[in-house]
């Protein structure tokens, strides 16, 4: 069932990059908001290490554990097991989307 979901997460993913596309071709969308979108639906996520997500937490975000789990509204055990190298867990899905995000724009992105 997992993956059939993903599949068709896939295929509207694929769908609205085709809809975006013939709306910037026909000048309804500018080229920086088609490339948004392209980047979007296109681009994975990193794979981020306990390591990674533990600097992220301190160091750009300089939040507590808690605090950090409620701003990616995850729980504190989710995040702690994320920054645990002996886990086996890392961030997948939105959660690493939101990794991301913090990395490059920083925390602030998500705070408004």
């Known amino acids: 069932m997992s993956k059939k979901l993903k599949s068709e997460d896939r295929r509207v993913l694929d769908e609205l990059l085709e809809m975006a596309q013939a709306l910037e071709e026909h000048g309804l969308l500018t080229k920086h908001d088609y490339a948004k ?6 681009e994975k996520p990193p794979l981020f290490t306990p390591k990674k997500v ?3 937490r301190i ?16 729980s ?4 702690q097991k994320w920054e645990s190298t002996g886990s086996g867990k890392h961030p997948s899905g939105a959660a690493a989307k ?4 913090i990395e490059t724009k920083g925390i602030q992105v998500l705070l408004v």
Do not use: E, G
């Not at 979108?37 to 296109?42: R, V």
């Not at 504190?76 to 995040?79: I, K, L, N, P, Q």
């Not at 939101?98 to 995000?101: D, T």
């Open 37 to 42: 979108m392209k980047t979007l639906c296109l």
């Open 54 to 56: 533990t600097d992220i």
């Open 59 to 74: 160091h750009q975000a300089r939040m507590s554990q808690s605090i950090f789990a409620s701003v990616l509204n995850v």
């Open 76 to 79: 504190v055990s989710t995040v």
């Open 98 to 101: 939101l990794l991301q995000l």
